[in-house]
């Protein structure tokens, strides 16, 4: 077990709805590190979660702050800017509640920041309950991205490789562009220099965002696969598996889709991504019209829904609650 004092690092779990899976995140951490700034942050549950969350705090006798009570549930960034906000280490960890830190992980972490000054975010190797790894590395979202992602057609990938999202599983330490959020260590000079998360990304695109900001400011992003983090994955949103399934997302991840393309490629770029992602979908049609057996990568009616908030980008989001 690793001992660290509290103005090393802080954690902090944004609970929404997940107080079982919370707990068990939180009985990891304390089973392989001690000293460290715990702040659980509960986004408006309202379903018993904070009683459940601090009841176990008091079972299991943790040395915790107890747990933050959102008054409204503003998504992922919102809640994770309350525990930061909260928090005064040097560096902070954001940890879903949907997580299992396995033995070494926060210390591997903190230490390949420590060992690389011009680093500002380390993740670790993300993986599935029975041990297979995770996509967490990936290059930005470009507008060309949306001709690669909606073809689906191996040329067209291989052709546009460099561009293509997924920057693939890596053994050894890695700079991705961007990594996943699920578990990531920020150092506090970072929000010192670009802000915390954009609280109008409501989820989904937040760490991107985040990532490319950091990276234009002169921060760079290294993934250490010798730190692992068991991520089981939805565990307060289905959006990942709706897409995998093709199903129909939410509106609001198309929302922050537009946000995260009009705030970094301008409105010519959003219309770029849109019109890329409609050339990829003809030729997925196309392909499906010669070959029954071929399944587009592309999501019911998401031909419509790219365009959402395309006149005004920068609106602020519907909440769920509104739907």
Same mark, same amino acid.
Not at 36 to 61: E, M, P, T
Not at 74 to 90: H, K, P, R
Not at 203 to 223: H, L, P, S, T
Not at 254 to 275: F, P
């Given at each position: 077990?690793?001992?660290?004092?509290?103005?090393?690092?802080?954690?902090?779990?944004?609970?929404?709805?997940?107080?079982? !899976?919370? /707990? $068990?995140?939180?009985? *990891?951490?304390?089973?392989?590190?001690?000293?460290? +700034?715990?702040? =659980?942050?509960?986004? @408006?549950?309202?379903?018993?979660?904070?009683?459940?969350?601090?009841?176990?705090?008091?079972?299991?006798?943790?040395?915790?702050?107890?747990?933050?009570?959102?008054?409204?549930?503003?998504?992922?960034?919102?809640?994770?800017? !309350?525990? /930061? $906000?909260?928090?005064? *280490?040097?560096?902070?960890?954001?940890?879903?509640? +949907?997580?299992? =830190?396995?033995?070494? @992980?926060?210390?591997?972490?903190?230490?390949?920041?420590?060992?690389?000054?011009?680093?500002?975010?380390?993740?670790?190797?993300?993986?599935?309950?029975?041990?297979?790894?995770?996509?967490?590395?990936?290059?930005?979202?470009?507008?060309?991205?949306?001709?690669?992602? *909606?073809?689906?057609?191996?040329?067209?990938?291989?052709?546009?490789?460099?561009?293509?999202?997924?920057?693939?599983?890596?053994?050894?330490?890695?700079?991705?562009?961007?990594?996943?959020?699920?578990?990531?260590?920020?150092?506090?000079?970072?929000?010192?220099?670009?802000?915390?998360?954009?609280?109008?990304?409501?989820?989904?695109?937040?760490?991107?965002?985040?990532?490319?900001?950091?990276?234009?400011?002169?921060?760079?992003?290294?993934?250490?696969?010798?730190?692992?983090?068991?991520?089981?994955?939805?565990?307060?949103?289905?959006?990942?598996?709706?897409?995998?399934?093709?199903?129909?997302?939410?509106?609001?991840?198309?929302?922050?889709?537009?946000?995260?393309?009009?705030?970094?490629?301008?409105?010519?770029?959003?219309?770029?991504?849109?019109?890329?992602?409609?050339?990829?979908?003809?030729?997925?049609?196309?392909?499906?019209?010669?070959?029954?057996?071929?399944?587009?990568?592309?999501?019911?009616?998401?031909?419509?829904?790219?365009?959402?908030?395309?006149?005004?980008?920068?609106?602020?989001?519907?909440?769920?609650?509104?739907?």
């Amino acid at each position: 077990m690793s001992k660290f004092s509290q103005d090393v690092a802080s954690i902090v779990i944004v609970n929404y709805k997940t107080p079982d !899976l919370c /707990i $068990n995140c939180l009985k *990891s951490v304390h089973q392989n590190s001690t000293g460290l +700034d715990i702040l =659980v942050v509960d986004n @408006a549950s309202n379903d018993g979660s904070i009683d459940k969350i601090n009841r176990a705090i008091l079972q299991n006798s943790w040395n915790m702050n107890p747990t933050i009570s959102s008054k409204f549930n503003g998504g992922f960034s919102a809640g994770n800017n !309350l525990g /930061i $906000n909260a928090s005064a *280490s040097d560096y902070i960890l954001l940890l879903n509640s +949907d997580t299992i =830190v396995l033995p070494r @992980a926060i210390e591997l972490l903190i230490k390949t920041l420590d060992d690389n000054p011009k680093m500002g975010i380390a993740s670790p190797r993300l993986e599935s309950p029975d041990g297979s790894p995770q996509e967490s590395c990936f290059r930005f979202q470009r507008p060309i991205s949306e001709l690669i992602r *909606s073809a689906c057609t191996g040329v067209i990938t291989k052709v546009l490789r460099r561009y293509d999202i997924p920057a693939g599983v890596s053994p050894v330490v890695s700079y991705p562009e961007w990594t996943s959020f699920a578990c990531v260590l920020i150092r506090r000079d970072v929000f010192g220099d670009i802000g915390l998360l954009d609280n109008e990304f409501f989820m989904y695109f937040e760490d991107v965002d985040f990532c490319k900001r950091a990276r234009d400011f002169g921060w760079n992003i290294i993934n250490n696969p010798e730190a692992r983090v068991v991520h089981f994955g939805s565990g307060s949103s289905n959006v990942g598996n709706e897409i995998a399934s093709r199903n129909r997302p939410p509106r609001y991840w198309y929302e922050s889709r537009t946000r995260y393309y009009y705030k970094h490629y301008g409105y010519g770029g959003l219309l770029k991504a849109n019109i890329f992602w409609h050339v990829g979908w003809l030729i997925a049609m196309l392909r499906k019209l010669f070959n029954r057996g071929y399944q587009p990568n592309v999501c019911d009616r998401q031909w419509y829904d790219i365009w959402t908030n395309f006149l005004h980008p920068n609106a602020v989001y519907i909440h769920p609650d509104k739907y």
